[in-house]
């Protein structure tokens, strides 16, 4: 039994999918620009803040595009940081991810709802 014994919340299935898609990101910048096959500390990081806050996502399963949120739930480091991930591992994720891809562009597309609290 783990010694950290942190209660897994289940996801709205976009959330879940949400998640699979930063971490396929995340994993896809860290490989080019940081060189390991794991994460690194600082990507495995931002990993965790990216899952928490999708945990936290006052939008739920309507959430639209975190870069259109009226909410805007991340710091501003952060936010940067994830814009950077997404900017190299967005058009690199078709070929190793079409699934998560192609979901990921028609999420896009999602009109921008009402403003809700982020978290
Ligand atoms: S509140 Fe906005 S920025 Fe935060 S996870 Fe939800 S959609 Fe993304
Ligand atoms: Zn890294």
Same mark, same amino acid.
């Given at each position: %039994? ?12 976009? *959330?879940?999918?949400? #998640? #699979?898609?930063?971490?396929? %990101?995340?994993?896809? !910048? ?6 390991? %096959? =794991? *994460?690194?500390?600082?990507?495995? =990081? *931002?990993?965790? !803040? ?17 870069? =259109? ?16 991930? %997404?900017? !190299? ?9 079409? !699934? *998560? ?19």
């Amino acid at each position: %039994m783990s010694s950290q014994s942190r209660p897994h919340k289940p996801l709205h299935p976009r *959330l879940a999918r949400e #998640r #699979r898609t930063v971490a396929a %990101m995340i994993g896809i !910048y860290c490989r080019a620009k940081h060189g390991g %096959m =794991d *994460l690194c500390a600082e990507c495995s =990081d *931002l990993l965790v !803040y990216a899952a928490n806050r999708l945990e936290h996502c006052g939008f739920g399963g309507d959430k639209p595009p975190c870069k =259109d949120c009226p909410a805007h739930c991340y710091a501003p480091h952060r936010r940067a940081r994830i814009q950077e991930v %997404m900017r !190299y591992a967005g058009p690199r994720l078709l070929k190793s991810h079409p !699934y *998560l891809a192609l979901r990921h562009a028609l999420d896009g597309l999602r009109r921008t709802p009402s403003k809700k609290s982020g978290s």
